[in-house]
């Protein structure tokens, strides 16, 4: 049977890119149902899925795999091959440590800078802690390229760049400044193949979320 992602809009959903990207990136095969997060089923739906009733899930047979950091450590046990995360254990544990701090935490960055990909790149002021938030990530990105070589954090696409891949996102979109090691990193998650494939569908979503839409009521798209 196969591997069966359940995801949000593919516009707005943060939590879903990461799980999504990350297999598509590994060349794990997988089926996937997008729902709308206003859909008048949602709920219902998911909840019927995982008792939390969020997205994304993970379905694999019987198995039942919820929260995007979750689903991305049952992936890479189950597929160790995909090299998810960093074989030599100081250096998986260090990606496993940013990972976590991301799934947790820089809710400021979060709430100020929903992710939008449908929303032309135009700059929104941050708050202190916005900023603050943006300046941990940089480092966080800088440290890892400068110590592992790049193109990707730990050398290799893995699990802590798809937890991070929706801040990518939303640095893109809304013009965060960052420094050129972090700007070099977006680049190439952007110039992903299962980049360009999930952004393209969002632009082709009919749904629109006002509270993830900051210039509302206006709705701007490329």
């Known amino acids: 049977m196969a591997l069966h992602l359940i995801l949000g809009n ?7 890119l990461r799980p999504w990207i990350g297999m598509r990136t590994a060349g794990i095969a997988f089926e996937e149902t997008v729902i709308s997060l206003e859909a008048a089923d949602f709920k219902t739906r998911v ?4 008792g939390a009733g969020k997205v994304p899930v993970l379905l694999d047979g019987d198995v039942r795999v919820w929260e995007s ?8 046990e189950k597929f160790p091959e995909a090299g998810l995360w960093p074989k030599p254990a100081s250096v998986r544990a260090h990606a496993r440590a940013i990972a976590s701090e991301m799934h947790a935490g820089f809710l400021p ?6 992710m939008n990909m449908c929303r032309p790149v135009k700059p929104r002021a941050l708050d202190d802690e916005g900023a603050a938030n943006v300046a941990r990530i940089d480092a966080i990105w800088s440290e890892c390229l400068a110590k592992h070589g790049g193109p990707f954090l730990f050398g290799r696409f893995g699990a802590a760049d798809a937890m991070f891949a929706p801040v990518v996102s939303r640095f893109h979109t809304y013009a965060v400044a960052v420094s050129a090691a972090a700007r070099a990193y977006m680049n190439e998650v952007m110039a992903l193949p299962a980049w360009r494939e999930w952004r393209e569908a969002a632009r082709r979503e009919p749904w629109v979320l006002p509270h993830d839409e900051v210039d509302w009521p206006v709705v701007l798209k490329e």
């Open 109 to 114: 960055l979060r709430r100020q800078l929903p």
């Open 10 to 16: 593919k516009n707005y959903s943060s939590w879903s």
């Open 47 to 50: 909840t019927a899925l995982s």
């Open 69 to 76: 950091l979750a689903i991305l450590e049952y992936l890479a």
